[in-house]
């Protein structure tokens, strides 16, 4: 049986092609918001760092009603990182949206996003946003896109796929690029016509498979789900099993049922087939778990996430300067933060170590545990992190593998040579280069992940800001053998105490400082970094010795030349293997592992 009332439908794209700017018009064109609501740009990114970085980390859930046809819409995020996302919440809907932007056309996320659709069976309706871009291009961006399903094996109904052209940020769709703009009603009218509505057994046993969760702290894990076959209600007993783990068998009670609404959720006794849900009152539900009637319990096949591919160690702090500016400092805070957040993030991994001090954490990608370092940091958390390191598998031979990635870069051609020298530098194999006629030249890598570790803001640098760097995890190949990642050495505080702008000017003839004077350091703090590949300890805490002559020149104020001021990020790229990044909410702070000087070296030999 087909459910004609609902479409459900994903939003797919490559990162800042204008997914969620295109769930604002819609929601704002179906009367979801008064008239004289005034409502935020980007309404679906929830969270302060996705609004401050532009960008989507968790996918959202949200529901418009179009001519009594309810359209339930999951917005999903567009980076690499958190692709773990966009795989699961596709098992809800029937059909996708994949939003190309008019001008920079197929991207690398655009293709990991479309071969999980296409992988499916999803029918695609394909949006050109951005048409109202100068520079946009919509006619060579179709053939992109019909040469990137033709390279995705797509079925021949897939390559038959309506094609709409959009500006989000002026609200309109058009079925031809002839046609007078005015609302989304052609975007709306596709996806009623497109789309095909929720099919399955009203009669037959209840079957919803969760792929999301939402964590709330009333109410604890909340489970989101489409409900297969048959109809859920409130007070049902239900079990839970689980198609990766068959010993799974546990009794449940579903005590409270929501739908979406716009942006809200909605209390509603009983669903039918084709509705989204979501489900509050079981403590342990998992994402792939199968919600089922106990006369015929029988879970709905899931694939597993994707695994991570890179780690870093998050230590208790136990600088000097520990636990003055945090509000949760012990292992035990940090511990129940990290798992706390395994409720709702599934492509991350939380392991103790041999010491209570310290965790492993593994994610996606460096963006991935960034955005976790910096939620914690905004919520009182105080903990040091250790460089980040890919994990190596071995294969059957023995053989030692590593994560890659495939990174394309977009660059004007006179930095091209500098990039293709780093890269090179880096174990990365040149697969492809093209220019584009405008001055600007197209690159494809092979790299090892290990190899982009702390490369981003090198880019940013040799490209005056101007290169576009992507990549995707291509798959575990055979070990590229050592990359040397910091030409540079760090310059070291000497003694603990207050930098004083006459140490600090002797200083800053070694290198580039990352404080300026009043601040608090520590015997071991790096306080900079040098110009020559060695690490050298200094004194900024030194004030000049006073004595009873004068000369004209001595009293002449000393210039400072303004500090670095890194970013998390920055930071985070900088640190090496015998270094951590010491985090406050107030303060990033980079420090030796070892602080005493003298067992410094003394490591430093027997590493040798």
């Not at 200083?507 to 306080?527: D, S």
Request: aromatic share 6%; charged share 30%; with cysteine.
């Amino acid at each position: 049986m087909k459910r004609e009332d609902i479409r459900n439908i994903a939003i797919i794209a490559h990162v800042d092609h204008g997914k969620t700017t295109l769930v604002d018009e819609l929601l704002k064109q179906s009367g979801v918001f008064r008239a004289n609501q005034t409502v935020a740009e980007r309404v679906m990114d929830s969270g302060d760092i996705e609004r401050e970085r532009g960008i989507t980390i968790l996918s959202k859930n949200t529901a418009v009603t179009y001519k009594d046809i309810k359209i339930n819409i999951i917005d999903t995020p567009g980076h690499a990182d958190f692709g773990g996302e966009v795989e699961r919440v596709l098992k809800m809907v029937n059909g996708v949206i994949l939003v190309v932007d008019a001008f920079e056309g197929s991207m690398p996320q655009t293709k990991f996003v479309l071969r999980k659709a296409l992988e499916l069976n999803l029918p695609v309706i394909v949006c050109i946003n951005k048409i109202d871009r100068p520079e946009a291009r919509p006619m060579e961006v179709i053939d992109e896109v019909l040469e990137l399903l033709m390279d995705l094996d797509a079925s021949d109904a897939q390559l038959d796929c309506p094609f709409v052209f959009a500006s989000a940020r002026d609200g309109y769709a058009l079925r031809s690029l002839e046609d007078e703009p005015r609302d989304m009603t052609p975007l709306f009218e596709t996806i009623i016509n497109s789309i095909p509505a929720p099919e399955g057994d009203p009669e037959a046993g209840t079957q919803v498979l969760i792929s999301t969760i939402d964590y709330n702290e009333y109410v604890g894990r909340i489970g989101v789900g489409k409900v297969d076959n048959g109809s859920i209600r409130v007070n049902q007993e239900m079990v839970m099993v689980n198609h990766h783990d068959p010993n799974q068998c546990k009794k449940v009670k579903i005590s409270k049922l929501y739908e979406f609404d716009g942006l809200n959720k909605v209390d509603v006794t009983e669903a039918g087939i084709g509705s989204i849900v979501a489900i509050s009152g079981i403590a342990d539900i998992h994402i792939g778990d199968t919600l089922c009637s106990p006369e015929h319990p029988v879970p709905i096949p899931f694939q597993k996430i994707s695994e991570p591919t890179i780690a870093m160690h998050f230590l208790v702090n136990d600088s000097p300067l520990a636990g003055k500016e945090g509000k949760y400092v012990t292992s035990r805070h940090l511990r129940d933060r990290l798992f706390r957040e395994l409720n709702t993030d599934v492509s991350l991994r939380v392991e103790e170590t041999e010491t209570t001090e310290c965790f492993k954490v593994s994610g996606r990608g460096e963006l991935h545990l960034s955005v976790l370092i910096e939620n914690m940091r905004r919520e009182g958390y105080e903990f040091a992190v250790s460089k980040a390191e890919v994990l190596y598998r071995t294969d059957e031979k023995g053989h030692k593998l590593e994560p890659m990635e495939r990174a394309y870069i977009d660059v004007d051609d006179e930095y091209s040579g500098n990039v293709i020298q780093k890269l090179g530098e880096r174990k990365g194999e040149l697969l492809n280069m093209s220019s584009n006629g405008s001055g600007s030249t197209r690159l494809e890598f092979l790299i090892p992940a290990r190899g982009l570790i702390g490369y981003r803001g090198e880019f940013l640098t040799d490209t005056k800001g101007t290169g576009v760097l992507n990549t995707i995890f291509e798959g575990y190949g055979p070990y590229k053998g050592d990359i040397q990642y910091r030409k540079q050495g760090s310059l070291i505080a000497f003694e603990a105490g207050e930098a004083i702008t006459y140490g600090l000017f002797n200083a800053q003839e070694r290198g580039a400082l990352f404080i300026g004077p009043g601040e608090k350091v520590y015997a071991g703090m790096v306080i900079g970094q040098n110009g020559k590949a060695e690490d050298i300890e200094l004194n900024v805490c030194k004030t000049k010795k006073l004595t009873n002559t004068r000369s004209s020149s001595a009293d002449e104020a000393l210039k400072l030349t303004p500090p670095r001021i890194l970013s998390l990020e920055q930071c985070l790229e900088f640190i090496d293997a015998d270094e951590l990044l010491e985090i406050t909410p107030k303060s990033l702070r980079i420090r030796k592992k070892i602080l005493d000087p003298t067992l410094r070296k003394r490591a430093a030999m027997n590493h040798k």
